[in-house]
């Protein structure tokens, strides 16, 4: 089996559009969550975002710009910045043996929303010519893939909040087993249209706004917890084969080291300790990692009540009374839940964090749960730790749990 390192790292997020920024806020935990400006934000009970400062104008011609969403311009651009930052050479490569996987949860859906608007609302007997191309699914994996002429597999994965997770998982596999020789992975999302927010609001898991400052609605962990904030954005990874990538003098960001994929089958919401155990455990197993040599956790870590208890148990299961001493981050907490895409974004931060060796903080924590009792890095980062290992998680509605292990 090869060895898979990440030489790439491109970000669009609400934390900042590069890697340098969106570390300096997380470690600050400076949150990006606020009060959103729209319309019809006043039909909002909690009218909160982390939004991207993002413009599409400023990177897509206009012809260009009419064909795509905004979960394909985040795609696009993070995409760039990641295969620049690798200093990858595509017009030297095998471009049958470089392959495209991203996750997205809910793909155009700002398009899919103005569409309904127009014909429903507006009684329009036409919709604009591209809304099909732009709120598919897998646009955004098919525009990396036309962008940068690449014929090897371009796949899209959409398990809901594993869904970046899934995608780097599964092309790792194929990178091991020497299917191909490099990967743009990871995930986008661009969710913040009025009917995908009155829907999450209608499911009753969105946080309510915290009335001493919004962008502290967000708690992981906390006893005061109440629900998730969305978020917008992109992250992406080139990822190689090891060996190939130390060849031709590429700086190595980090390396996979395991993918677990394992699904609850019990209930379409509700999360199961059996189920993120075992996605846990799957992925040890799967790079042969001892649970002893796991340093430091980002966890899934959304701020309901049913996932930030479930996850903490799971973690008692997994590494025994050695989960008291494991520092656990939920970066959620500052930069919403990005869907899809979370699991690429807090991956990401969990690399960048091990680069500068700190370990980033899980904001708005002042009073943890009761059964919410380990080391969850409470509202200041720690540096100088030593960590060299993270377990990245993400549990999705559906039951598909997927945990990665990352090493720098």
């Given at each position: 089996m090869r060895r898979v390192a990440v030489t790439g790292?491109?970000?669009?997020?609400?934390?900042?559009?590069?890697?340098?920024?969106?570390?300096?806020?997380?470690?600050?935990?400076?949150?990006?969550?606020?009060?959103?400006?729209?319309?019809?934000?006043?039909?909002l009970a909690a009218p909160?975002?982390?939004?991207?400062?993002?413009?599409?104008?400023?990177?897509?011609?206009?012809?260009?710009?009419?064909?795509?969403?905004?979960?394909s311009q985040f795609a696009l651009v993070a995409a760039g910045q990641a295969i620049g930052a690798a200093q990858l050479d595509l017009a030297a490569a095998d471009r049958a043996r470089v392959g495209v996987f991203i996750?997205?949860?809910?793909?155009?859906?700002?398009?899919?929303?103005?569409g309904y608007?127009?014909?429903?609302?507006?009684?329009?007997?036409?919709?604009?010519?591209?809304?099909?191309?732009?709120?598919?699914?897998n646009a955004p994996a098919a525009w990396i893939g036309i962008e940068h002429d690449l014929s090897g597999p371009n796949l899209t994965y959409s398990t809901a909040c594993s869904s970046a997770a899934v995608a780097t998982g599964e092309a790792w596999l194929r990178l091991r087993r020497g299917e191909i020789d490099i990967a743009i992975v990871g995930g986008s999302e661009a969710p913040l249209a009025f009917g995908a927010m009155k829907a999450w609001e209608a499911l009753r898991t969105l946080a309510s706004e915290d009335p001493r400052n919004p962008a502290a609605s967000c708690k992981p962990f906390a006893a005061n917890r109440s629900g998730l904030v969305l978020g917008e954005g992109a992250a992406i990874f080139v990822l190689e084969d090891r060996e190939r990538a130390i060849a031709r003098g590429a700086s190595l960001q980090g390396e996979i080291l395991g993918y677990g994929l394992v699904a609850d089958a019990a209930h379409i919401t509700r999360p199961t300790v059996a189920g993120q155990a075992a996605a846990m455990r799957a992925a040890?197993?799967?790079?042969?990692?001892?649970?002893?040599?796991?340093?430091?956790?980002?966890?899934?870590?959304?701020?309901?009540?049913?996932?930030?208890?479930?996850?903490?148990?799971?973690?008692?299961?997994?590494f025994g009374e050695r989960a008291y001493r494991i520092p656990v981050s939920a970066t959620k907490a500052i930069h919403g839940h990005l869907l899809g895409a979370s699991g690429a974004l807090e991956l990401a931060l969990a690399l960048l964090a091990l680069q500068q060796d700190v370990l980033l903080p899980t904001m708005h924590l002042e009073v943890p749960a009761a059964?919410?009792?380990?080391?969850?890095?409470?509202?200041?980062?720690?540096?100088?730790?030593g960590a060299r290992t993270v377990m990245s998680s993400s549990f999705a509605f559906g039951g598909t749990n997927a945990v990665l292990i990352a090493a720098q």
């Open positions: 790292i491109g970000l669009i997020s609400p934390l900042g559009n590069s890697c340098a920024q969106a570390l300096d806020n997380a470690a600050a935990g400076r949150s990006a969550i606020r009060r959103i400006e729209a319309s019809w934000s006043d039909r909160l975002a982390a939004c991207v400062r993002f413009q599409g104008e400023e990177h897509f011609p206009p012809p260009r710009l009419r064909m795509l969403d905004r979960v996750g997205t949860g809910m793909g155009g859906a700002l398009s899919n929303d103005e608007l127009s014909l429903y609302r507006d009684n329009c007997e036409r919709m604009k010519p591209f809304s099909i191309l732009m709120g598919m699914t040890l197993r799967s790079g042969e990692i001892a649970a002893e040599a796991i340093d430091c956790i980002n966890a899934h870590g959304t701020g309901t009540q049913a996932n930030d208890s479930v996850e903490t148990a799971a973690l008692k299961e997994v059964d919410c009792d380990l080391d969850y890095v409470p509202n200041h980062a720690r540096r100088g730790a």
